[in-house]
Each structure stands twice: as structure tokens, then as C-alpha cells.
């Protein structure tokens, strides 16, 4: 079974999301769709699965044109998704969320029977989770959430596989499992499109790959003309090199944030670092290392067993965001659409959140022209791609999203910024223009940036912990190191 798209078009009231774009997928094929944020990707895989329609052209699946007026309508001709958010019931057991839609009519709604627990258990198998099926969704992380997504799309997977950054949010050892499955099912005659950022795995595993840019084609390749440098320039109209320049890091100030034999049974043991003024730390390690669930800690969202964090030399209470966010420590987690944005408010009023967010409040009333002042301010010096600040957060790329978390937090002003998972499903645009905003907020205070990417960190960091199974195991020169030194020590 072969898709084919002809001539897509769609508006999104004045905004062209996607202009004439054409792309034809084969049986026992993998084409990669590739574009900066905002260039379209999200919305032709949301056409192709029926989640939006378009507004001009055709969708021919095996010679035959067809409306897609909704995601069950492209099930039912064999296309299957992976979404790139992740979206789950909480109150239901993980089994029954990879199930759903999926069941006959006699399920039982919250349980499993042992048929349907041993095919969600296959199927979570398949794609490296450590989990059991009856484990209630609300306790996963959301690496793991993904890999529950993951496991739904393989039950029952259509003739077309659609996986939109399907390995955003997984460890190097999970994304390589999931390749080689993917792998598989080209063999066995899918025909799989593939939406990723990260080109290492586009080069691996693409048949063809359709780069867009502005919500058009703006170059084809095919396996045996996939060059990197070429796909980064077509991408962004701008060389790797320009993308990724070196910073030169500040003097280090005063020691701001210092952590003592922080302990957390099951996620991290007998952690201890400082970090000073206008310095960046990095800490890196697999999925499920620990790291993002140190800084959470650090920030007073979860809890911890023994230790102490000290900012500015006063020691904050374990377990209290708001000592924590007044003691100057401000986090953007890694679920930047569930946690970092407010996806209904306008990137104005997410702006315009934090309690110390500059001059927007006084005597506990908004001060509207002044929020929209700053938030054009933050739009314009971060490169934030909208229509105007009244857009809503939730629209926005996942970029710009990412940008507008980093904003709220520094519209704060912390003493610590706190970042887990920067640049996780964004791409190598506006990676580079995350890390170049990282590094400007270094200039006023101490940064520490907990990441499973290890490029994130490399040539940014000033130092690189590693950790790996929740210890830190080594310290690395940041602006020294190089990839494969950070993986031998993250790896078990």
C-alpha cells in the first residue's frame, strides 16, 4: 500500500501553514520530512491523518482519492500514527491507555484480561519499556509515556506508519531499539513517514527525504545523495558552522547554587556540585539516569531523602517550590507543553505568570500595556516565530514553545536557571538559537542544564557532570570534551 500527496494546501486563518507541497511514499520505504519549526511538518502529518483537512489538493491511497475527515477514517485505510505529544488518560493503568480505541466492546474499562495484559506486554517489550502494563499511567515519566505511545502504534499497525519525532524523548540505547524496529517493518513492506530532528537518525534510516521551509518543498534526496551539510543548508538557508558558533564563557562570580549529598531513593544518590555566577553547568546521562528528576528536586517540585541545596549560602527547605522559586531557582522541565507553557493562554498572559515577572503588577492588579510590552520585548530578542503575542502558547511550534518556557522563566529573573531537555523535539535552527540564549542568561547568573542529548552540552557547558543509574560518575571540561568520552561514562 503506497500514500500520495498532491498539491497540499492549508490556512490557518492568515497564516499558509503548507503551499502546494507534494510527497509520494512506497511499500517497504522510510521517507523523512525535515524543516526548522514552524516550516509545516506537524500540519502535513496532521493532514495525512486526518486530523485537519485541507484546503487544496489530494490524498491517494492505492490509486484511490480519498477524504480523511478524521484520524478513525485513516485508521481505517491503514494509516497508523505516532503523535508528537504525548496524550493519555492518567486515571487509567498504562495497558489500558496503549488499548484504547483498540479494544472490542466487552473491555473492561479500568482492568486488563490476561489476553489483552499479555498483548500490551509484547507490544511494550518491542520497544525497550521496563514497565509493567498495570502500572497507573499518572506514576511514568514521560520518556516512558512515549514509549507506552510507541508500543499502541505497533498493536495492530496499519499498512502506513506515521511517527512524528518519535524519538524525541528517548535515551540513545531506546531510540536505536525503536530504529531497528522500524527497520523491520519496512522490510516487511510498511510504508513509514518520519518526522525527526535529528538527522543522525534520518541518515540512517531514510529511503528519501522531503526537506519543507515556509510551508513548502524546498529540496528532495534520496538515500544515496543524503548529506548532511546540504540538508542543514537547505533546512535554514544557513551553513552548520554559522549555526553553531563557540562562545567565550564570562569570569566566574560567587558560587550561587550549592548541592550537598542530595539522596532520593530509586532516582539519584549522594550528589554534590556548585555552580558559580555566569557559569553553565551540564549534566548529562541517559533516559532514566536521574538527572532530569535532580533538578526537579534542586527546584522543590519532588522531594528528596537527605542532603541540602544552598542558594546564595542560605539552605532552602526539600520538597517547596515556593522557598525554592523565592530563594531565586527557576526550572523549565522538559514537558515544556504540559508544564513550561500554559498552552490556552496567550504567549502575553504566559509571560506575564511569574509572581516576580519585571513591573507587570502593582498592588496585585495586571498592568496590561506593560505585559505587552515585555512580551514583545522577549518575542523580539528571542526570535519567537508569531503572529502576535495575543497568539496562543499551544499553537506555536515546538521551538518556539521551548522559547517561550525559557522566557517565562528568565522574565522571573533567578538567581539559577534550571533547564532540563533544552532543545529535546526542536530543530537544529533553533537549537542553536536556544543554546545561544542559554548562554546570554549566563551573563547574570548560574544556568545547569540536565540533558540526555549530549550535543546539547558539549561546547556549551563550562562543566559536564555524568551521570549515570543516579550517581554522578564523572566531571568533564565542557568546552574539551567531546562525545564519545561523555558517552563511555554515561553508558552502564
Do not use: W
Not at 512515549?146 to 499502541?152: D, I, K, V, Y
Not at 531497528?180 to 519496512?186: D, G, I, M, V
Request: hydrophobic letters at 45%; charged letters at 25%; aromatic letters at 2%.
Amino acid at each position: 500500500m503506497d500514500v500520495e500527496l498532491r498539491a497540499i494546501g492549508k490556512r490557518f486563518g492568515g497564516v499558509r501553514a503548507l503551499h502546494d507541497v507534494s510527497l509520494h511514499v512506497e511499500p517497504g520505504q522510510v521517507h523523512a520530512v525535515l524543516g526548522e519549526n514552524g516550516a509545516g511538518k506537524s500540519t502535513l502529518i496532521k493532514v495525512l491523518t486526518g486530523v485537519v483537512q485541507p484546503d487544496a489538493g489530494e490524498i491517494v491511497v492505492d490509486g484511490r482519492s480519498l477524504k480523511l475527515h478524521t484520524p478513525r477514517a485513516a485508521r481505517e485505510v491503514g494509516i497508523t500514527a505516532v503523535p508528537q505529544d504525548v496524550v493519555l488518560v492518567p486515571q487509567l493503568p498504562i495497558g489500558r491507555n496503549v488499548l484504547l480505541g483498540l479494544e472490542n466492546r466487552l473491555a473492561r474499562k479500568t482492568t486488563l484480561s490476561a489476553a489483552e495484559r499479555n498483548v500490551v506486554e509484547r507490544a511494550l517489550a518491542q520497544v525497550g519499556a521496563d514497565f509493567d502494563a498495570t502500572v497507573p499511567t499518572a506514576a511514568l515519566s514521560v520518556p516512558q509515556l512515549r514509549l507506552a505511545q510507541l508500543a499502541r502504534a505497533l498493536i495492530g499497525t496499519g499498512q502506513i506508519v506515521v511517527l512524528d519525532e518519535p524519538t524525541a524523548a528517548l535515551s540513545a540505547a531506546d531510540a536505536d531499539h525503536l530504529l531497528a524496529r522500524l527497520e523491520a517493518l519496512r522490510d516487511d513492506g510498511k510504508a513509514i513517514v518520519y518526522v525527526s530532528h535529528r538527522l543522525s537518525e534520518v541518515t540512517r534510516l531514510a529511503d528519501v527525504v522531503t526537506v519543507l521551509r515556509n510551508g513548502q518543498v524546498a529540496g528532495r534526496f534520496d538515500r544515496g545523495n543524503l548529506d548532511r551539510a546540504t540538508i542543514v543548508e537547505v533546512m535554514t538557508k544557513r551553513s552548520e558552522e554559522t549555526l553553531v558558533p563557540q562562545t567565550e564563557s564570562a569570569p566566574p562570580g560567587p558560587v550561587v547554587l550549592e548541592v550537598r549529598q542530595l539522596a532520593a531513593d530509586g532516582r539519584f544518590e549522594d550528589v554534590s556540585f556548585t555552580v558559580a555566577g555566569h557559569r553553565i553547568l551540564g549534566i548529562a546521562g541517559v533516559q532514566g539516569s536521574g538527572q532530569g528528576q535532580l533538578l526537579a528536586a534542586i527546584a522543590g517540585q519532588d522531594g528528596y531523602d537527605s542532603g541540602e541545596v544552598l542558594v546564595g549560602g542560605q539552605s532552602i527547605s526539600r520538597g517547596s517550590v515556593v522557598r525554592a522559586y523565592r530563594a531565586g531557582l527557576a526550572l523549565v522541565p522538559a514537558d515544556r507543553r504540559g508544564a513550561g507553557i500554559v498552552g490556552r493562554m496567550s504567549i502575553q498572559r504566559n509571560l506575564a505568570l511569574p509572581t516576580r515577572s519585571t513591573g507587570t503588577r502593582r498592588l496585585g492588579l495586571r498592568l496590561l500595556r506593560r505585559e505587552a510590552a515585555l512580551a514583545r520585548d522577549y518575542v523580539r530578542d528571542f526570535r519567537v516565530r508569531c503572529s502576535d503575542v495575543g497568539q496562543h502558547a499551544g499553537t506555536l511550534s515546538g521551538g518556539n514553545q521551548q522559547k517561550v518556557s525559557l522566557a517565562r522563566a528568565l522574565a522571573a529573573d533567578p538567581k539559577v536557571l534550571l533547564i532540563d531537555e533544552p532543545t529535546q523535539g526542536v530543530d537544529v535552527g533553533a537549537k542553536a538559537e536556544i543554546r545561544a540564549l542559554l548562554r546570554h542568561a549566563a551573563t547574570d547568573r548560574a544556568v545547569v542544564i540536565a540533558a540526555s542529548e549530549f550535543e546539547d552540552l558539549i561546547g556549551l557547558a563550562d562543566d559536564i557532570l555524568v551521570m549515570r543509574s543516579g550517581r554522578v560518575v564523572a566531571r568533564l571540561d565542557g568546552r574539551r570534551t567531546d562525545y564519545g568520552e561523555v558517552l563511555h561514562h554515561a553508558l552502564p
